[in-house]
């Protein structure tokens, strides 16, 4: 999208805010994208995008008439796909519960992390997705009573959000589930898709297997102060010198304790705890989230890694390359002889 279209999608984005009486600094945030990286922004953009839909929307109207030919047609196919009741509602759904998980992913991805107190709070969150799950006629029922006056009315799809999207003979681009209500097709065509997607990866993710893993945090000296010596020794059976290891960090002050980090940490294991070195070191290298890094989608990819694995670290080792130069067979291998 050019500059002035996006100047456009901004002006009239405004606009149709300050109507709903939106909040100002919602106006700098409209823009936000996904992130590949970041599990939190991703959450985040879920959140503003249903926030500021209606004026999004609204935007994507006008440059589907006003802007250039390419802006028009792309601005057209957003706007069709946009104003259709299962978007609408899968919207309000996926919002609905990244409301509850974007708190933890924050957590997660925070400098004082508490692995074990996250993985505790995910649990919570999974028995109350799991009760849900029990129960998605009551889910689909507040699903629909949050997108009709806050979305559907505005937009003019209140009247679909009342209707059965028809039914064929063959099931090929859409879901055809049989129902004899709008909330009976929505609760079978998504909620309880949805539903079972998240229950399945929590269970995956933080699963009982992963619960060792997770008490190598126990180990800082944040954490050890409230534990027993009992509990921090049932956490790490291997280590004998926790008695020792928790009275040197006793005698710490208290603010040396909750900033220390575990890098820190390695630093008191050198000569005398080399078993807890080795836990500490597993626990540096734990990752708590599974985010795309950037060189899978990056450029220097085929440098980076399609290269490395092929050549050695020494033929790398300063070395260029010069398109404009251009160099034949016969003289590269004459010249290596």
Same mark, same amino acid.
Request: proline content about 4%; glycine content about 2%; some cysteine.
């Given at each position: 999208m050019s500059i002035p279209?996006?100047?456009?999608?901004?002006?009239?984005?405004?606009?149709?805010?300050?109507?709903? *009486?939106?909040?100002?600094?919602?106006?700098?945030?409209?823009?936000l994208t996904l992130s590949e990286t970041t599990w939190s922004e991703k959450y985040k953009s879920i959140r503003v995008f249903k926030e500021n839909?209606?004026?999004?929307?609204?935007?994507?109207?006008?440059?589907?008439?006003?802007?250039?030919?390419?802006?028009?047609?792309?601005?057209?196919?957003?706007? *069709?796909?946009?104003?259709?009741?299962?978007?609408?509602?899968?919207?309000?759904?996926?919002?609905?519960y990244s409301a509850l998980l974007e708190p933890t992913v924050n957590v997660l991805q925070s400098v004082s992390l508490d692995a074990v107190q996250a993985s505790q709070h995910i649990g919570r969150i999974l028995k109350l997705i799991r009760n849900h799950r029990k129960n998605p006629e009551k889910v689909t029922d507040e699903i629909f009573k949050d997108a009709t006056p806050a979305i559907a009315e505005k937009i003019g799809l209140a009247e679909?959000?009342?209707?059965?999207?028809?039914?064929?003979?063959?099931?090929?681009?859409?879901?055809?589930?049989?129902a004899k209500s709008p909330s009976e097709f929505w609760r079978r065509s998504i909620t309880i898709p949805y539903l079972d997607s998240i229950i399945?990866?929590?269970?995956?993710?933080?699963?009982?297997?992963?619960?060792?893993?997770?008490?190598?945090?126990?180990?800082?000296? *944040?954490?050890?102060?409230?534990?027993?010596?009992?509990?921090?020794?049932?956490?790490?059976?291997?280590?004998?010198?926790?008695?020792?290891?928790?009275?040197?960090?006793?005698?710490?002050?208290?603010?040396i304790k909750l900033?220390?980090?575990?890098?820190?940490?390695?630093?008191?294991?050198e000569d005398f705890f080399l078993k807890l070195r080795r836990l500490l070191k597993i626990l540096v290298a734990l990752p708590c989230t599974t985010c795309t890094v950037k060189r899978p989608f990056s450029s220097l990819r085929r440098i980076k890694t399609w290269l490395?694995?092929?050549?050695?670290e020494a033929r790398l080792a300063m070395m260029s390359v010069h398109t404009g130069n251009t160099f034949s067979k016969t003289s590269t291998i004459s010249s290596t002889k």
């Open positions: 279209n996006r100047r456009v999608c901004k002006d009239v984005a405004r606009e149709g805010q300050g109507r709903a *009486a939106a909040p100002p600094e919602v106006n700098e945030t409209i823009t839909f209606c004026a999004i929307l609204e935007a994507l109207e006008t440059l589907s008439r006003d802007g250039n030919n390419a802006t028009r047609k792309h601005a057209y196919q957003l706007h *069709a796909a946009a104003s259709k009741v299962s978007f609408i509602f899968s919207l309000v759904l996926i919002a609905k679909d959000m009342k209707s059965i999207p028809r039914t064929a003979k063959r099931q090929q681009n859409r879901s055809n589930h049989p399945n990866y929590l269970e995956i993710r933080f699963s009982e297997e992963n619960g060792p893993s997770f008490t190598l945090t126990k180990l800082h000296p *944040a954490q050890m102060k409230n534990i027993s010596l009992e509990e921090l020794e049932e956490a790490c059976e291997e280590f004998k010198n926790f008695t020792l290891w928790k009275k040197i960090w006793e005698k710490k002050p208290e603010s900033s220390v980090s575990v890098v820190e940490i390695l630093k008191e294991t490395r694995s092929t050549m050695s």
